[in-house]
């Protein structure tokens, strides 16, 4: 099946045996991730992480076993098979590139750009969200990408690749439900806590300027109007999909209501105890001191960052974080808050 310029509408039909087997390598590599967090309660951003790293890399070893330079434009046929093309984007054989383009990339930088946003900012967001509607978000984000981009070159035929769309995504989601919140990020060769509305800010400014830049844009090969288009659907859903996660949304009616009363849950039985595990040593002490002295919010918070210090997540063993939020504190599972959030 053709488009009008004769493009094979159907590539992945006419792959031969070998591609067939990347093709398969690209499923495993891409799935195999999220199959291992599913089952391990684990973190869908980092699966996602390794999803790309290890999707990347049988791209990119397929492209050094042909002889292809690894450098965008010249990937060989992933691109013409995954990657998003506007030109024969409205044939319904064609639907599948919507999402299999996020896992293509143009180069190791292009990648590594990615996940590094997805490591600091796309991890936060996830504990605060939880899993499902972190999901939800990124493939919003790179389907607000890739439609962006295909309304605005509707004629194209160069292959759009690369998981900008939903990382810019993830930045919007963040921005619309958590903007205050504070990630170590690298912003303007400073690494340090940076709101999430000043990286935000910096990136979609970035985007707008380069836009506007004609002479810079002539000579660019990045789709800036993808990540502009995942930034914004994500962020006009973010809230809606968040509501009900294990978090409240800043500025909404719960929130503000819950700030203002200052309740402070009943500590009830420990998580450790639950799981049939004795405390001891320091940890032992600084629970017991928890229980007791816990009945103010400026000494639960001392306590339970004393404790988040001494112990492990029951669950997994994990790293266990302090979190002060609107009035309240609680630990929770570093790995993942489906583990341990307590009280």
Not at 61 to 87: A, D, K, Y
Not at 139 to 151: D, K, P
Not at 282 to 311: C, I, M, N, Q
Request: glycine residues 12%.
């Amino acid at each position: 099946m053709l488009d009008a310029s004769g493009r094979d509408m159907s590539a992945i039909m006419g792959l031969g045996l070998f591609e067939y087997s990347v093709v398969l390598a690209f499923v495993v590599a891409g799935i195999l991730p999220y199959i291992s967090a599913v089952r391990g309660g684990t973190s869908v951003a980092l699966a996602t992480i390794l999803s790309l790293l290890l999707v990347s890399f049988v791209q990119f070893s397929n492209s050094m076993i042909l002889g292809v330079p690894i450098q965008l434009g010249f990937l060989g046929w992933p691109l013409e098979v995954f990657g998003s093309i506007p030109s024969i984007s409205s044939s319904p054989f064609e639907s599948y590139r919507m999402f299999t383009s996020a896992w293509m990339h143009g180069s190791w930088t292009h990648v590594l750009g990615n996940i590094l946003v997805i490591g600091l900012v796309g991890i936060p967001l996830e504990q605060r969200m939880g899993g499902k509607r972190w999901m939800a978000v990124y493939f919003i984000g790179l389907l607000g990408g890739n439609i962006a981009w295909i309304l605005t070159h509707p004629n194209s035929s160069i292959p759009t690749v690369g998981a900008s769309g939903a990382v810019f995504g993830i930045l919007g989601a963040y921005m619309a439900c958590w903007p205050s919140d504070r990630v170590e990020f690298p912003v303007l060769f400073f690494i340090r806590p940076w709101p999430i509305w000043v990286i935000a800010l910096v990136y979609v400014g970035f985007e707008v300027w380069v836009m506007n830049d004609q002479q810079y844009l002539a000579g660019s090969s990045v789709a800036h109007m993808a990540h502009i288009g995942g930034f914004l659907l994500s962020y006009t859903f973010a809230r809606s999909i968040a509501k009900g996660g294990p978090h409240l949304i800043e500025g909404s009616i719960d929130d503000e209501g819950r700030h203002s009363e200052g309740r402070i849950p009943d500590l009830g039985i420990d998580p450790w105890k639950l799981q049939g595990m004795v405390l001891e040593g320091p940890a032992a002490r600084v629970l017991e001191k928890l229980k007791t002295e816990g009945d103010e919010v400026e000494t639960r918070r001392a306590w339970l960052e004393e404790l988040s210090e001494h112990v492990l997540c029951p669950t997994c063993e994990g790293e266990i974080i302090c979190i002060t939020e609107n009035g309240r504190t609680w630990i929770e599972c570093g790995v993942s808050s489906k583990h341990l959030r307590w009280p």
